[in-house]
């Protein structure tokens, strides 16, 4: 049963939305596990505070390595003591190796996860030297903080875990799934505010129904993807 664990200055945050919906369920029922941890838990300073000025200079401030390393160090421990492996550490940087869904896959993989956020203008570089076995940045546009990043990662690694989905078929079809976007999908009314239902979906025809999706699916990849259709019609090519 996979644990993901999330180091932040915004806890509450992140774990109110991993207990929501999906995840939240799988959790009650015991078919995944979250842990959020406060990183200002672990400041050794009076004011408890966490950032400081850049060395040498410039705007924003810089997360302090010390208590990033302590609230790691307890996680870890945490975890330990459950009996499993040490996690695999990904920090949540918009410098990061970008993610999909094949890096999804790769981390659900892992027996535990600890994602760390860092806030403001960034982490001390040594903390992550020290401490990530990988680094992840979500898409080329900058957070104010990791907090949304981690939860992207906890919500589509957490979703490929046995049981958590209602069908395990529910994310085999899906989109990337072979390379290609999603078909459209239709349900009642058959006619909502004068637009029909493509009648194929009524016909009951289920190979028909099959043919139009795939044709949907790639239609809409080669117009809106073109370079995941690139990459898709290439690999039609290799396996022939
Ligand atoms: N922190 C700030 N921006 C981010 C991004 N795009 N991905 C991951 N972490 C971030």
Redesign the pocket.
Known sequence: MMRVDIATLFPDMCQRVLDESILGRAARKGLIETHCHQIRDYTLNKQKQTDDYPYGGGCGMVMYAQPIQDCCREIIRQVQAQGRPRPHIVF???A?SP?SEETAKRLARCDSLLLV??HYEGIDERVIEAWADEE???????????E???L?VADSVLRLQPGVLAEAKGYQEESYWDGLIEYPQYTRPEVWEGRAVPPVLLSGNHAEIARWRAGQSLERTRLRRPDLYEKYCEKQRKNR
């Open positions: 949540m940087t918009a990061g993610y956020c860092g992840i940045s979500i898409g080329d546009y900058v957070l104010t903080g990791g949304l990043a981690s992207v």
